[in-house]
C-alpha cells in the first residue's frame, strides 16, 4: 500500500527544506488586512429570521432604520440565507467610515420590536477582538460581585442645622467646609495636590470635579471618594449639562490616543471636545475644533478671537446639545444618541450667537413638547439684523425681529424663561457714537410681543436679570469704555421693574426705578432666590467696593413708586481691596467675595456678608485661588408649601433665634469648662510641686520660709484670700501648615 500524505518518510527531505526557506516576506505581501478597505461596513446581527420570500420586507425595515446613521441602500444589505432563511444578521456598507462609526454608536441596541434588539459592530472590531486567542471557546461563569452599598451622593441636604458646604482652592491644598454663621468655616476634608489646575461643582451638587493633566474626575459622598473618570489627555475646560447626565471636556491640543486604551478609540484620535455619559463614563461622541477665518484690524494685524465656552450648549431637560456653526448655523443633536436632528444642521445665515431657554418655555396655546432658542444675525448687504426665536424639535420660527445699525449684541434669557432681553448696541449713521436699545421678548404672552427700552443714552457693559423674577439690573458707561478709551468714565446703575399685574394678567411695561450715577461699579450679582442684589467693582486698582440693595424693603415706599412691583433700598456698602469674584450661597443667605491669585497677586482671601451686606467672616489667605460654593437641587416643595413657608417665616425664624443662641450659650459653656479644667490642672500640678519642695527642705533640714511668713502673719492679725477671675484678653487663630 502506498503510504499516506502524512506518513511520507522524512528522506526526501521536504521538511527540512521548508523549515530551512524564510516566507515571511511574501506572507506580509500576500496578507490581507481587514482593517484596510473594511471601514465602511458594519454587522448588523439580531434580526429576526424570515423565509427568502419575504427578505426584501425585511431589508426595507431595517433599511429605515440604518439610514439614520448615514447614507446606504438595498444594494448595500446583504443578508446570507442558508436553506431559503435569512440567518439573522446583515452586512452593511456605508458611504464613509464615518458613518459606519455613526451607525456602531447610535443603533446599537434599537429595538426592532418585544423579541429582536440589533447589535451593530464594526467589521474591522469584530476581526481584531476575535482574532489572537482573545475570545476563549469555553465557557466561563460570570463572577458575580457581593452587593456593597453606595454612599448617598446627596448626604449634605439632610445637615440639621441647614448648612452649606463650599471648596476653597489656596497653594496646593483644596479644602471642603461647611459654613457657619458666627464661626469660622468647619473643615470637613482637606487635601494636598486634589487638582491641577481648578475644581468645579456640578450643577446640582452631586459631584466635585477636579482636572489633572490626564483627564477628569469626579468625587462625592460623605467619605469623597472618587466616582467617575473620563480620560481626555491635557483637558482645558469641562462643562456640566443642567441635570447632571452629560459633560463637555476640551483640551487645545488634539487627542492623541495610544493603542489598546481603555476608553478611547481611533474615533478620538485628533479631536479637541469629547462628550461624554456620566452614569457610564463612556465618550458619546467627539469634536474637532471649528476653523474660522482669520479677521484682520486697520493695521493689518490679526484679531485674536476670544474662544467661546461653552461650545456646546445645553437644553434645559438635557435633551439636545447644541453647537453654533460661525456664519453658517446651528447644528443640534440629540441625546443620547448624538445624532443630528432629522439629520441636518439648522441652516441660519449669518449667525453670530445662540443660547437656550434656561427653562422648558411655557409659551401661550402651546400645549406639546418644545424647546426654544434664541440668537441673531448682523447685517449683511441691505438685509437688517435679525432676532429670531426657534422652537425644538419642529425648527419654526416662532418669532422674529428685524433690527438696523446694529454693531453687537447680546442675548439674556430670565431663569424661568418668561423673558429673553437682545442687548443691542447701536452706532449712529456716522458710526461715531455708540448707544444701547433693549429689546425684551416676553415669551409667555400671546404671539410673544417685543417691549422695547430706547431711553438709554450710553452703552450698557453689564446686564442681569433677577432670579426666578421679573426684574433687572444694568450698568451703562460713557463712550470712553465703549471704544476702549484711556480714561474711563463714572458708571451708572439702573433698575427696572414691570408695573404691577392686573387681576391674573401678565405684569406690566418695565419701567425705570431708579439711576446712581459716579459709580465705579461694573459688575451685577443676584441672589440666588431674588430680591438682594450685590453691585461690586470686581477686578480694578481704583475702586473695590460692593454695595448691597434689598429690591422688596420693608418700609414705608415712595408715592411715585406705589404702582411698581419694587421697593428699592440701598442697605449697606462695603469694601474689599483686589476683589476679583462675588459669589452667593445657593439658598441666598451668604454671599461671598474673594480675591483670587490668579487675577490679582496683591492680598488673596475671601470676605463672607449676609444677605444685607453685615460682614460676618474676613480672612486673608496666601496663594488663595479659588471659593465656591457646593450647589443645592431645586427643592422638593410644592408651591404651595414654599407659600405656607414664608407665611410662618416669622415664627420660624424665633425657632431658628433660640437654636442659634442655645448653640453660643453650648459654645460658651464648654469654653468655660475648658478653662476651669485648665484651672485645675494647673492646681494639681502646682500642689505636687510644693509638696516635693517641702520633702526636700526636710530632708536637707531647711527651714520653710513659706511656713513661717504665715506664722507671723497669723500674730500680727493678716489673712490671705485668693480670688480667680476669669477675663478674656485676647483671641486668635494661626494656621499651621
Known amino acids: 500500500m502506498a503510504p499516506s500524505y502524512d506518513n511520507l518518510p522524512t528522506e526526501d527531505g521536504f521538511e527540512d527544506e521548508e523549515d530551512e526557506i524564510d516566507f515571511s516576506d511574501l506572507d506580509a505581501q500576500r ?35 440604518l439610514v439614520a446613521a448615514g447614507k446606504t441602500s438595498e444594494e448595500l444589505i446583504h443578508m446570507p440565507v442558508v436553506d431559503g432563511m435569512t440567518e439573522g444578521y446583515a452586512f452593511v456598507e456605508y458611504a464613509t467610515a464615518e458613518q459606519a462609526i455613526t451607525a456602531v454608536k447610535t443603533l446599537h441596541g434599537t429595538a426592532l420590536d418585544k ?19 482573545r475570545i476563549n471557546d469555553e465557557y466561563v461563569a460570570t463572577e458575580i460581585e457581593p452587593f456593597k452599598e453606595k454612599e448617598h451622593l446627596r448626604w449634605w441636604l439632610g445637615d440639621a442645622e441647614g448648612r452649606d458646604q463650599l471648596v476653597m482652592f489656596s497653594g496646593d491644598s483644596v479644602g471642603i467646609y461647611w459654613n457657619q454663621r458666627d464661626d469660622a468655616p468647619e473643615g470637613i476634608v482637606d487635601r494636598k495636590h486634589w487638582t491641577e489646575t481648578f475644581t468645579a461643582w456640578s450643577p446640582l451638587g452631586v459631584y466635585l470635579a477636579s482636572m489633572h493633566l490626564q483627564g477628569v474626575q469626579l468625587w462625592g459622598g460623605p467619605s469623597w471618594t472618587r466616582l467617575k473618570r473620563f480620560p481626555h489627555p491635557g ?64 493695521q493689518g494685524n490679526i484679531i485674536k478671537k476670544k474662544l467661546q465656552w461653552p461650545a456646546f450648549k445645553w437644553s434645559a431637560d438635557d435633551k439636545y446639545v447644541a453647537r453654533l456653526n460661525p456664519g453658517k448655523g446651528v447644528s443640534v443633536y440629540e441625546l443620547p444618541s448624538m445624532v443630528l436632528l432629522d439629520k441636518s444642521s439648522v441652516k441660519i445665515d449669518g449667525v453670530v ?21 434664541c440668537f441673531w444675525t448682523p447685517e449683511i448687504g441691505s438685509n437688517p439684523a435679525k432676532v429670531g426665536l426657534m422652537s425644538l424639535p419642529s425648527k419654526e420660527i416662532v418669532r422674529t425681529r428685524n433690527l438696523f445699525n446694529v454693531s453687537d449684541a447680546k442675548l439674556h434669557w430670565q431663569s424661568q424663561a418668561k423673558y429673553v432681553c437682545v442687548k443691542v448696541d447701536r452706532h449712529s449713521k456716522s458710526k461715531k457714537s455708540m448707544a444701547t ?60 421693574c414691570p408695573e404691577k399685574a392686573k387681576g391674573n394678567g401678565p405684569p406690566g ?43 422688596d424693603f420693608e418700609g414705608e415706599k415712595d408715592e411715585k413708586d406705589k404702582d411698581l412691583s419694587a421697593n428699592l433700598q440701598s442697605m449697606a456698602l462695603g469694601d474689599h481691596y483686589g476683589v476679583t469674584d462675588v459669589d452667593w450661597d445657593p439658598t441666598g443667605r451668604y454671599v461671598a467675595s474673594s480675591a483670587s491669585m490668579w487675577k490679582n497677586a496683591m492680598e488673596t482671601g475671601y470676605h463672607i456678608y449676609n444677605s444685607t451686606g453685615t460682614l460676618l467672616r474676613e480672612e486673608s489667605v496666601p496663594q488663595f485661588k479659588q471659593f465656591s460654593w457646593r ?57 505636687r510641686l510644693v509638696q516635693e519642695l517641702r520633702d526636700m527642705r526636710e530632708e536637707y533640714g531647711v527651714e520653710d520660709v513659706e511656713e513661717v511668713r504665715k506664722a507671723e502673719a497669723e500674730e500680727e492679725g493678716e489673712a490671705e484670700v485668693e480670688e480667680i477671675v476669669e477675663e478674656i484678653i485676647k483671641e486668635s487663630e494661626e494656621v499651621i501648615d
Open 31 to 65: 496578507e490581507v488586512r481587514l482593517d484596510e478597505g473594511y471601514d465602511t461596513f458594519v454587522l448588523i446581527d439580531g434580526l429576526p429570521k424570515v423565509p427568502e420570500d419575504s427578505m426584501a420586507k425585511l431589508v426595507k425595515f431595517v433599511l429605515r432604520k
Open 631 to 687: 450647589p443645592r437641587p431645586a427643592t422638593l416643595l410644592s408651591k404651595e408649601e414654599q407659600k405656607q413657608v414664608r407665611k410662618n417665616l416669622r415664627e420660624y425664624a424665633k425657632q431658628f433665634d433660640a437654636q442659634d443662641e442655645a448653640k453660643k450659650s453650648s459654645a460658651s459653656k464648654e469654653l468655660i469648662e475648658q478653662r476651669r479644667r485648665l484651672v485645675e490642672e494647673w492646681r494639681s500640678w502646682r500642689e
Open 353 to 373: 450667537d445662540f443660547e437656550w431657554a434656561p427653562a422648558t418655555p411655557q409659551r401661550d396655546g402651546i400645549k406639546t413638547y418644545e424647546q426654544l432658542f
Open 235 to 298: 483637558v482645558n475646560l469641562i462643562d456640566f449639562s443642567p441635570n447632571e447626565n452629560y459633560i463637555t471636556t476640551w483640551s487645545h491640543r488634539p487627542i492623541t490616543v495610544d493603542e489598546g486604551h481603555p476608553v478611547l478609540t481611533a474615533d478620538e484620535e485628533g479631536k479637541n471636545y469629547i462628550i461624554w455619559d456620566i452614569a457610564t463614563g463612556k465618550p458619546l461622541r467627539s469634536f474637532e475644533n471649528i476653523e474660522e477665518p482669520s479677521q484682520k484690524d486697520e
Open 115 to 133: 423579541r429582536h434588539t440589533m447589535a451593530v459592530n464594526k467589521i474591522t472590531d469584530i476581526e481584531r477582538y476575535g482574532r489572537e486567542g
Open 437 to 496: 436699545n433693549l429689546e425684551i421678548f416676553r415669551i409667555r404672552e400671546k404671539g410673544v410681543p417685543v417691549e422695547e427700552i430706547h431711553t438709554l443714552k450710553d452703552t450698557v457693559i453689564n446686564f442681569a436679570w433677577e432670579p426666578q423674577g421679573d426684574r433687572f439690573v444694568i450698568i451703562t458707561a460713557g463712550e470712553a469704555v465703549a471704544a476702549q478709551g484711556s480714561a474711563a468714565p463714572k458708571t451708572s446703575i439702573s433698575f427696572y
Open 509 to 551: 411695561n418695565f419701567r425705570h426705578i431708579r439711576t446712581l450715577e459716579k459709580r465705579n461699579s461694573n459688575a451685577i450679582y443676584w441672589s440666588p432666590k431674588g430680591r438682594f442684589v450685590v453691585i461690586a467693582t470686581v477686578l480694578s486698582q481704583l475702586s473695590s467696593e460692593l454695595e448691597f440693595f434689598d429690591c
